[in-house]
């Protein structure tokens, strides 16, 4: 499963191998990520899905080794970033990986800047602290930055503070600074789902660009499926706390092999297909994390389950060289279009 | 003007039984002040800027738009929970807008509203067993402690709970089942009309299905009608048998259901449509998709003319400085653009 996820052809920049991260709070121990491997190529489009509490943030804060401690904590895995073991590094050493190389935007831009500096100050202070460049030159660059992420009049909205933006321009600022390093990858946490559509809209298609040009990698990490459709390459679909499929795109959406995948597509009122008069959603509800059951956690919610799911918990098994399922009856699960009305 | 406000709120997808809901010119301004001990009003946000339509009984109507657009506050105005500036909100032959507080909460028995935030618009020291019957309380629709008893352990059921949850607080609850008591309280007094005010986007996907097919099992139980307000297009056409848009206080385009999501006129709903990625990869690498410039203008300085023209690709001279009207283009179909 390592090698093959080239979609790309580029070389592997991330190497994520058994990754768990646990949180211990008094109701118990939360397996918040537990047993997440993936790779991920240099200038690729990576989509992680799920629903809330699969894992899919603490994923992407357990990579940059922002995980709060207490109460979480990395309990083990690999993160091999450009050869380079980050879960071993010093604080010291991970703070030059942290928006140098790898930077991060999250969903609420208003609470990831600093309402007293205005946001010239705040692209500077990455320019300066990992570039070394002076007052002046990052002044200019911080105006270009604003520029390239489609903000008008970008020298004068320099002295801007955050509150005299709308939520779209602030994200636009998020992704400047996010970018300001050239970093070799980008994480987006949600960035679109606070705002409106035509807005998400314009954001996404500027990530893509930019990182298209300046060959970024992009993990976008989300739960709205078609986001995930229009930009990503490959798909990793998480649940409770592991990843359950991973494949191309095209398989995940055309051709799903896991139970909640396909519970998924199903939930969803789509523009592209016939209106129906009713959706067919996946019973039950999002299991708790500290109390999960045996075997397959999805077992409680599948139709598909068999008496072995409820004692053995599936790895990843290959469906084809480019599609993985941690299902034992993936090759009976298929998502039929004329179960629809 | 006035004969095309008349006509849109006359005419429902069957135009033959009177309607349940008739919304005029509804206008909804929030004053802005300076100042702090001589304070001023130095300018009004037009929140919604008279709109009109009508509701069937047992009809759903999608009223979708973005943040700003003023769903929310009509959707507020009509229950006469924020009292409109102007305009006229007739419900099963009465006139709301004139009614004094009392006559207004005898009214409301009628209407139920559903809240999005399933944390929030709950009580936290309420059991769920109350915030359920208070409406049976407030309206006095029961004669013993029994029959009381009874109804609520009625409303737990019809919303797919337990009857055994009714002494649990909300925070004992997922989020997918508080907004089930959401409409049980809604419920509860028997309405002809539920406002139900993004009722599903809190939830997640798995969770949002189910709720939605309760909705519509309900609807189908108890002949409700539906304001469903939202801004997922996708869930939105699931749901409804009209749609309007709306924009900056306006509305935009009105059509069926089919004839919104087939022919979309407006240029913004056109955009708005584009906007909405599928998912299905290979489909949404052939789509042209259109990206509009800007951001919504603030309602406290709307545009002049079509409050759409700064962000609008098809936009010339003429729309700085006329409102277009909503004028009917096929039937049923109304729209507000002169482009069109």
């Known amino acids: 499963m390592a090698s093959d996820n080239r979609a790309k052809g580029g070389q592997t920049l991330l190497q994520v191998r058994d990754l768990r991260t646990y949180f211990y709070t008094a109701g118990g121990v939360v397996k918040a990520v537990d047993g997440v491997s993936f790779d991920l190529n240099e200038g690729e489009t990576l989509g992680l899905v799920g629903e809330s509490g699969c894992g899919k943030s603490v994923t992407a804060l357990s990579l940059m080794r922002l995980i709060p401690n207490p109460p979480g904590r990395i309990e083990g895995g690999q993160v091999i970033f450009q050869g380079q073991e980050l879960l071993g590094l010093s604080e010291a050493e991970m703070r030059k990986v942290r928006g140098a190389k790898v930077s991060m935007i999250f969903q609420e831009p208003m609470t990831s800047l600093n309402p007293v500096l205005t946001i010239g100050r705040q692209i500077t202070e990455t320019l300066e602290l990992h570039l070394g460049m002076s007052k002046g030159q990052a002044w200019e660059r911080a105006g270009e930055l604003l520029d390239m992420v489609g903000i008008p009049d970008a020298q004068t909205r320099l002295r801007d503070y955050p509150h005299q933006l709308s939520g779209g321009q602030r994200q636009r600022v998020m992704i400047a600074i996010a970018l300001s390093c050239n970093p070799k990858l980008l994480i987006a946490d949600e960035a679109t789902t606070a705002l409106d559509v035509t807005i998400q809209a314009q954001i996404l298609e500027v990530m893509k660009d930019l990182t298209e040009r300046l060959g970024t990698a992009l993990l976008i990490i989300t739960h709205n499926l078609g986001v995930v459709a229009r930009y990503a390459n490959r798909v990793n679909v998480m649940y409770a706390g592991r990843i359950r499929e991973m494949g191309v795109s095209d398989d995940i959406y055309g051709t799903p092999k896991h139970p909640y995948t396909v519970g998924l597509l199903n939930s969803v009122p789509r523009l592209d297909e016939p209106a129906r008069t009713r959706l067919a959603p996946i019973r039950g509800e999002i299991p708790d994390l500290t109390s999960l059951p045996a075997g397959c956690a999805f077992r409680p919610r599948c139709d598909w389950a068999v008496e072995r799911c409820g004692k053995d918990d599936p790895a990843l098994i290959e469906v084809s060289g480019r599609h993985w399922s941690a299902c034992w009856e993936h090759s009976r699960v298929e998502r039929r279009r004329e179960a629809r009305t | 003007m006035t004969a095309a406000i008349r006509s849109v709120a006359g005419g429902g997808p069957t135009g033959k039984s009177a309607p349940l809901l008739t919304v005029e010119d509804l206008k909804v301004y929030f004053p802005v002040s300076r ?128 009857p055994a949850m009714a002494n649990r607080y909300p925070h004992e609850f997922s989020g997918g089942q508080r907004q089930r008591l959401g409409v049980a309280r809604a419920l509860a007094a028997r309405p002809s009309l539920i406002v139900l005010d993004e009722p599903v986007s809190a939830l997640d996907v798995s969770i949002q299905a189910q709720v939605i097919n309760l909705l519509q099992d309900l609807q189908a139980q108890f002949n409700l009608a539906y304001l469903f307000i939202a801004h997922d297009l996708s869930v939105v056409r699931h749901i409804s048998d009209r749609v309007a848009v709306m924009y900056l206080g306006k509305i935009v385009e009105v059509a069926p259901r089919a004839e919104l999501y087939a022919h979309p006129l407006h240029p913004y709903t056109k955009a708005l449509l584009s906007a909405v990625p599928a998912p299905d990869p290979a489909l949404e690498r052939k789509r042209e998709r259109i990206v509009l410039k800007g951001d919504i203008p603030s309602p406290l300085h709307p545009p002049t003319g079509c409050v759409f023209h700064t962000r609008c690709p098809i936009m010339t001279d003429e729309c700085k400085g006329e409102v277009p009207p909503l004028r009917e283009v096929s039937h049923g179909h109304w729209v507000a653009c002169i482009k069109v």
């Open chain 2, 35 to 162: 100042g702090f001990l001589l304070q001023r009003t130095v300018g009004h946000v037009k929140a919604v800027d008279g709109i009109s339509f009508s509701l069937q009984p047992g009809e759903t109507l999608g009223l979708v738009g973005e943040s700003g657009s003023g769903k929310t506050t009509s959707g507020r105005a009509i229950m006469q929970l924020t009292r409109p500036t102007s305009g006229k909100v007739t419900f099963e032959g009465t006139e709301l807008t004139g009614l004094n507080g009392s006559e207004i909460r005898k009214m409301r028995r009628r209407m139920g509203i559903v809240f999005q935030d399933p944390y929030g618009s709950l009580n936290p020291r309420m059991t769920a067993g109350n915030i359920v019957g208070e409406p049976l309380i407030v309206h006095k629709l029961f004669s013993s402690k029994q029959e009381y008893r009874e109804k609520v352990a009625d409303l737990l059921l019809t919303v797919g709970l337990s």
